[in-house]
């Protein structure tokens, strides 16, 4: 039963464009996510994240997007750079439970 | 500061043999979670340990698999009798014990069960 989905395994954007990845979750007793960033023979490491009593939050090039009632979340990436090709994991938890649950991973690649 | 180490980087190993797995976490970092990926699958929970409290151990795939943690700091993820879909890399977090504290990963080691 995976709660956390990311349904695109891979995305190409041109850089300077928009990068928007997207994650679904079907657990509503999640009010913390995250999105994490992977490179090649690296942990992942942490980018953003945002508490369920938000619907935005902006970190630089960086902003998250979460729609509770649809129970998803978007991550968007603007301008694209070169650097932001990797793999994203979107990520998930749930009060009092510190645990989290990832989707399996979307591909970013940039095209410069 | 030393982030998250873990060792060794990678491990092959022969089905059957037992392995241990060993993470040092962040100093300071109360909180401690292995996870692993899986070939084209996502981070699979496996332990989390949290100060003196008993861990939660509900995503461990089969009673082959156990973790510890020493003096609240070093843990050491062991496989008994491995088998080829225990092939994966072995991912450590570490996190401060805060609410919705963001969790850092360490490198990983990658097994591989021949």
């Not at chain 2, 510890?68 to 401060?96: F, K, M």
Request: glycine fraction near 8%.
């Amino acid at each position: 039963d995976q709660q956390v989905k990311q349904n695109s395994p891979s995305l190409s954007v041109q850089e300077g464009r928009i990068s928007i990845l997207n994650c679904d979750y079907t657990n509503s007793m999640f009010d913390y996510f995250l999105w994490y960033k992977k490179y090649p023979a690296e942990g992942p490491t942490f980018l953003i994240s945002i508490s369920s009593i938000k619907d935005k939050n902006e970190d630089g090039r960086f902003t998250v997007f979460l729609n509770k009632s649809a129970k998803h979340l978007s991550l968007h990436i603007v301008p694209s750079q070169p650097g932001d090709s990797a793999v994203y994991f979107c990520a998930a938890s749930a009060f009092g439970n510190e645990k989290l649950t990832f989707g399996t991973g979307t591909r970013l690649t940039i095209i410069p | 500061g030393a982030g998250v180490s873990q060792s060794p980087s990678n491990k092959v190993t022969e089905k059957g043999k037992d392995v241990e797995l060993r993470c040092d976490p962040i100093s300071g970092h109360t909180a401690l979670y292995w996870y692993r990926q899986s070939l084209g699958q996502g981070l699979e929970f496996l332990i989390y340990f949290q100060g003196n409290s008993a861990p939660d151990k509900s995503g461990l795939p089969s009673d082959r698999f156990s973790a510890e943690r020493t003096g609240g700091s070093v843990s050491t993820l062991t496989i008994q009798r491995t088998q080829q879909e225990d092939s994966a890399v072995y991912l450590c977090a570490s996190s401060p014990r805060v609410a919705g504290a963001k969790q850092f990963f360490g490198p990983g080691t990658r097994l591989t069960v021949l």
